[in-house]
């Protein structure tokens, strides 16, 4: 198993440009998650879905969209990118509510700045 | 409000050595606690889940415990190794809610020969 894989590692946007952040697990896990992390501050949730079709709001959505078409894919839209986007994102999945004591599993991440 | 504190903010220690992170929470309702290893430029990668009722949960070199009356979890690391060299958070799960995991920052861990 290939586990949670994200495209690209690494990109850099201009101010006001869009990109999708990619996403996929083969795990077969109903839920899968977006966060963000900045430098010297704990991970924040954007959107997560708890399987396909059904996608909701995080702690910080402002900006971006989520689709999820399969349960293997979650991709991460920005449509207008702004330099407070800049951060690394990661993906995760589980197979089911982290709060009843399911493993999450983390992609490798992308790095994103915007200029 | 849900907060997860971890300390030290950063931590040097020679190979060999033990050491101990810390982690102070305020999370509720209270479901699990974990501690992930994150490398530099990689995705965190879970060392242990421990609900309210587990006291101590041991991964290797790795032993992690829990006081869920005092809200208190640490991560003792034996016999050290250059490779630990990793930030390690600590993460709350509470029940319910659309957030339901909280992360600390984190203590970024130096093992230097």
């Known amino acids: 198993n290939a586990g949670v894989t994200q495209t690209p590692k690494f990109r850099i946007l201009k101010i006001g440009q869009s990109m999708t952040l990619q996403c996929a697990q083969d795990?077969?896990?109903?839920?899968m998650y977006w966060y963000r992390q900045d430098p010297g501050m704990g991970l924040k949730l954007i959107y997560y879905s708890v399987g396909a079709g059904i996608t909701d709001k995080g702690e910080v959505p402002n900006g971006y969209n989520v689709s999820r078409s399969t349960t293997e894919d979650f991709p991460l839209r920005l449509e207008l990118a702004a330099p407070s986007q800049t951060s690394v994102y990661f993906c995760a999945s589980s197979y089911s509510k982290v709060s009843s004591y399911n493993e999450q599993f983390f992609g490798p991440g992308t790095r994103l700045t915007v200029l | 409000k849900n907060q997860v504190e971890q300390s030290p903010q950063s931590l040097i220690i020679l190979e060999g050595k033990n050491c101990t992170l810390q982690?102070?929470?305020?999370?509720?309702?209270?479901?699990?606690l974990r501690w992930y290893k994150q490398d530099t430029g990689r995705g965190p990668v879970s060392l242990t889940i421990m609900t309210f009722s587990e006291n101590t949960k041991s991964n290797g070199r790795y032993t992690a415990t829990l006081d869920a009356d005092t809200k208190q979890s640490s991560l003792h690391i034996t016999a050290s190794q250059l490779s630990d060299s990793a930030s390690y958070i600590c993460v709350v799960s509470r029940w319910g809610g659309n957030t339901p995991l909280v992360f600390g920052k984190g203590t970024r861990l130096s093992v230097i020969a």
């Open positions: 982690c102070n929470y305020t999370v509720s309702p209270f479901s699990n």
């Open positions: 795990m077969n896990h109903n839920y």
